[in-house]
Structure formats: structure tokens, C-alpha cells
């Protein structure tokens, strides 16, 4: 019997123009996934029919080609479009050589060679930033370049389309004054983002699940983005919490996200988060049990 679900046709487009839906998961960590959650995965992304599947890095554990292969068989079963990058356990750790000369060259053969992907229509527009490097074993990195390629995608489409971008590496974590988790030039990349209105930010590698405000470490005057953090989804390698995922139900000027945990051999709804756009940005309006 097949690990995994035969995969169902991509589900129709919204005819509700004002709602669209993004499956949010990170940290698959093939090489140390419990094959138990694969299949549940599926099933509960497949029934959610998402217009997006965002995938924000860390597809293997040691960036090894059969890791990258059971990652690839594992995504042709989510539904399409998937916007996909790398993360920093995508990048070969104990091969020097590779590190250095071709540092995703399994990533771009088995995944994408695409390493900017980018999703859009009348209501979202979603772009994937890579922030793995080469120079460091764990800590991720934005540039400029990244930030203004970015926003200018990003502004080509209709104003009042929310803006999305997904990295790896988190611009944010629960203790304010640390900065070592975070991505590497945030704050540089988040002045950039403030000044063309990015309104979401999808992130993992921390394996939490976590919702923030930007304007809590970012004082940016009249801004405030979300940050909207994935636990792993897949991994055995887990940090004090369950396998999860996060869907995103966006409008124009609201987001509900359920964030989904394994439980009793499913993933099924276990707290939903609603946000409200106001004139200087996202804030909460409530948290449901």
C-alpha cells in the first residue's frame, strides 16, 4: 500500500473573490519525519482545498538526494500552486565541498530552481524569499536586493491584494531582546517591506507555532505586519510542541488562522486566530480555543 494518498485534482478557484485560503507548513525534515503524520497531511490540506500551499523550508534534514526525492513524492501529493523555499537544514552540513560550490543544487534538481517563486490574482500576491546561506550552519539572511526584488513584485498587482512573503527564518521570537534566532538584516528588510506594505510574513525554523506583531520589535511608524510561524509538520524533531500547520482564511481587510496539531492520529483545529486590518496595520481581534 502506497504511503501516500493517490493525489486529487487542484481544487477550483474561490468564486468568493474577498476570501482566499493558504496551507501554511514548515520543517517537513524528511530523513526524520514519523511517516504516521504524511498521510494524515494530506488529507487534512487536501480537505481544506487551499488556494496556495506555502512551504517555508527545511524539506530534509541533511540535504541528502533521497531525502529530497521523498520530499518531492510527499509535495506532488498537496494540491497546486506551492510556493516553496529553502531552509537552512537544505543546505549540505557536512559536505564541505558541496556547501561551498553548489549549496542547493539537490534543492533546485529535486524541488525548484526557482528560488524566488511567486503566486498572484486579484486578491493575494505571495513571493518566496530564500534566506539559507552557506556561510552559517543555522542562522538565515535577507539582502537589499531581495527585499526590493520583492517588493517590487509585490506592488505590480492590485493594491488592495494582501501582500505575502515567505522566508525560512522568522523575523521574530518570544524574547524581544533575543536576536539570534531571527533572520539576519530584519530589520533592514522590514523598513524595506513597511514602505511597499507587505502585510504577512510566513515563517518556520523554530518548530513553534506563533502569531506577532511586527510593531512589537519593529517601530515603524503607521505599520504592522504579521508574522504567522509554523511548528514542523512532520518532524520527529520536536521542540516542546505537537506536529502542526496553519491555514489561512485572508480577505481584504481580515485573516482567521486555525492552526491544525496532530492529535489522536489527525490533525484537526486547535485554536483559531482572527486579525483585523486597521489604518496603521494588522492587530488581533480574538483567539478561539
Request: proline letters at 6%; aromatic letters at 8%; charged letters at 20%.
Amino acid at each position: 500500500m502506497s504511503l501516500y494518498p493517490p493525489p486529487q485534482a487542484p481544487a477550483p478557484a474561490s468564486q468568493d473573490l474577498a476570501l482566499r485560503t493558504i496551507a501554511h507548513i514548515s520543517d517537513l525534515h524528511f530523513g526524520k519525519v514519523d511517516c504516521a503524520t504524511l498521510p494524515a497531511l494530506t488529507a487534512a490540506i487536501t480537505a481544506a482545498k487551499p488556494d496556495v500551499v506555502a512551504v517555508s523550508g527545511d524539506l530534509t534534514q541533511r540535504a541528502k538526494s533521497r531525502e529530497f526525492s521523498a520530499a518531492r513524492k510527499f509535495l506532488d501529493t498537496l494540491p497546486k500552486p506551492q510556493i516553496i523555499v529553502p531552509g537552512n537544514h537544505d543546505v549540505p552540513l557536512y559536505n564541505i565541498l558541496k556547501r561551498w560550490r553548489s549549496p542547493l543544487k539537490n534543492y533546485r534538481h529535486y524541488i525548484s530552481d526557482d528560488l524566488e517563486p511567486f503566486f498572484a490574482d486579484q486578491e493575494i500576491a505571495i513571493l518566496g524569499i530564500n534566506t539559507a546561506r552557506s556561510l552559517t550552519f543555522k542562522d538565515g539572511r535577507i539582502n537589499a536586493v531581495q527585499v526590493a526584488n520583492a517588493c517590487r513584485r509585490l506592488t505590480e498587482h492590485p493594491e488592495s491584494a494582501i501582500r505575502i512573503v515567505v522566508t525560512h527564518h522568522p523575523f521574530d521570537s518570544v524574547d524581544q531582546a533575543r536576536t539570534r534566532d531571527i533572520v539576519g538584516r530584519g530589520s533592514m528588510a522590514m523598513a524595506g517591506f513597511a514602505g511597499c506594505g507587505i502585510d504577512v510574513i510566513l515563517a518556520g525554523h523554530l518548530h513553534t507555532s506563533r502569531i506577532s506583531n511586527s510593531a512589537a520589535r519593529y517601530h515603524l511608524p503607521g505599520y504592522s505586519a504579521l508574522f504567522i510561524q509554523a511548528g514542523t509538520a512532520t518532524s520527529i524533531r520536536q521542540r516542546g510542541e505537537t506536529n502542526a500547520w496553519n491555514l489561512l482564511r485572508v480577505e481584504r481587510d481580515a485573516i482567521a488562522v486555525d492552526c491544525f496539531t496532530w492529535q489522536a492520529g489527525e490533525f484537526s483545529v486547535a485554536k483559531t486566530d482572527r486579525f483585523v486590518k486597521k489604518s496603521d496595520g494588522w492587530t488581533i481581534r480574538t483567539t478561539e480555543p
